[in-house]
């Protein structure tokens, strides 16, 4: 169904609210439809002034959603965690030995992309998995079909404890919990679900909320090590996983890239006893884009192109964002973080679209403030980082403050009582 014709409903406004993650419906929904939407045509200036006032306002409102949904363009630094990620889960994935299976730890800087691009991989894995074994569940209880759920995303609570952290798993599943269970009912019902589901990563975001100086988070970072015992691929997500102080009690092999904790102190998991071997994790970083090399310059004006390939403004023309000093502007404006570039473009296309002039240029984008007020996100762990100021920023903070001239008061009537001394 196209924007230009028919009175019905739009084809681009997705039904009902976005879909939250953290449930195994929630997750379902976003895996089988993120590629559902469909961008707006490709419109030029005449093209558009010849529609009728109605399909205008609707071409229009496409574009705006066009912009506001930018497709997850590959990067080099997500090529990394891709080959990793989606290396690590397939082999434990495939593994039958009753080895304690190797976690993925994802870090860097926030509004970076590493939510998406986890995601990404893991429902990537998801696709192959369900097509592999015709969408049922191989490790169903025979007479039985289980619910089958190979990915879990679980966003860790901003004030963690043990509890709380097997409670978020279980509420991702919908399991029924019991006000009075404590914490060995807790992590065996974790187990079971983890195992009857067929889940084979268990995907923990925001792993840096956890504040290592706090006793229940050490109880809780315990009990996420605890996890690795049940053959599944523990994926950890973060803001600056080494700087967090989460890898304090691990070793960090320089040659393979892994780290090394102790055992956890969970000493049964689901009933049997634990294996006491040591837990590793592959530790990799998706980090922002570089400007000082010919090739990391090149690789941002390669991405820059992917995301001018998918705007749809009138006057756009080739080069709107990779020629002449706009990717360096851009770069200085983002600091090559892909999330800060998304809000600047996004923002940008809609003033150009309100404004009419159809283009994206350093001085309409000058204009635009990079705002980061999402209350999902938590300052304290890095989830928000610093926005580079505007150029017009800058000029207000150097320009001299002009003071108000002080009011006379010779001739102000202070009343009797000040006549009188009183």
């Given at each position: 169904m196209s924007t230009q014709g028919g009175s019905g409903p739009v084809p681009f406004v997705l039904p009902g609210p976005p879909p939250m993650r953290d449930?195994?419906?929630?997750?379902?929904?976003?895996?089988?439809?993120?590629?559902?939407?469909?961008?707006?045509?490709?419109?030029?200036l005449a093209e558009w002034r010849l529609l009728s006032p109605r399909k205008k306002s609707l071409h229009d409102l496409h574009r705006s959603a066009t912009h506001a949904n930018l497709q997850?363009?590959?990067?080099?630094?997500?090529?990394?965690?891709?080959?990793?990620?989606?290396?690590?889960?397939?082999?434990?994935?495939?593994?039958?030995?009753?080895?304690?299976?190797?976690?993925?730890m994802v870090t860097g800087g926030g509004y970076q992309g590493k939510t998406e691009t986890g995601c990404e991989i893991l429902a990537t894995f998801e696709d192959i998995w369900r097509?592999?074994?015709?969408?049922?569940?191989?490790?169903?209880?025979?007479?039985?079909?289980?619910?089958?759920?190979?990915?879990?995303y679980v966003q860790t609570p901003v004030t963690a404890k043990p509890k709380s952290l097997c409670k978020a798993i279980l509420n991702f599943?919908?399991?029924q919990l019991h006000p009075r269970m404590d914490l060995p009912d807790l992590l065996r019902q974790v187990a079971a679900s983890l195992h009857d589901h067929g889940t084979r990563a268990l995907l923990l975001d925001d792993i840096t909320r956890l504040r290592l100086h706090r006793a229940?988070?050490?109880?809780?970072?315990?009990?996420?090590?605890?996890f690795m015992s049940m053959h599944v691929t523990l994926v950890l997500i973060g803001v600056d996983i080494p700087g967090s102080g989460l890898?304090?009690?691990?070793?960090?092999?320089?040659?393979?890239?892994?780290?090394?904790?102790?055992?956890a102190q969970q000493s049964k998991v689901h009933g049997r006893e634990a294996t006491q071997t040591e837990r590793r994790f592959d530790l990799v970083e998706l980090d922002r884009f570089r400007y000082e090399t010919d090739e990391e310059i090149a690789?941002?004006?390669?991405?820059?192109?992917g995301v001018?390939?998918?705007?749809?403004?009138l006057k756009a023309h080739r080069g709107m964002l990779t020629a002449g000093r706009m990717p360096e502007y851009l770069f200085g404006r983002t600091n090559g973080v892909v999330g800060l570039l998304e809000r600047l473009v996004e923002d940008g296309c809609q003033e150009a679209i309100d404004s009419e002039l159809e283009c994206l240029t350093e001085p309409l984008l000058e204009g635009i403030a990079i705002t980061l007020g999402d209350p999902s996100r938590d300052p304290g762990a890095g989830e928000i980082p610093d926005t580079p100021p505007t150029g017009s920023d800058t000029a207000a903070k150097d320009r001299p403050v002009k003071r108000k001239r002080p009011r006379n008061t010779v001739f102000d009537d202070h009343g009797p009582a000040a006549s009188t001394g009183t």
């Open positions: 449930t195994v419906e929630g997750w379902e929904r976003w895996r089988v439809t993120r590629r559902d939407f469909m961008p707006a045509p490709r419109l030029s997850l363009l590959q990067t080099p630094m997500a090529d990394a965690v891709t080959k990793l990620l989606h290396g690590r889960v397939m082999t434990n994935a495939l593994k039958h030995k009753p080895t304690t299976r190797a976690g993925v097509e592999l074994h015709r969408h049922l569940n191989p490790d169903a209880v025979p007479g039985a079909r289980d619910l089958h759920v190979p990915v879990a599943y919908g399991a229940d988070d050490q109880d809780t970072l315990d009990l996420i090590r605890a890898l304090r009690e691990g070793r960090h092999d320089p040659d393979t890239g892994q780290v090394t904790f102790p055992p690789a941002w004006i390669d991405h820059l192109t001018e390939d998918q705007l749809r403004l």
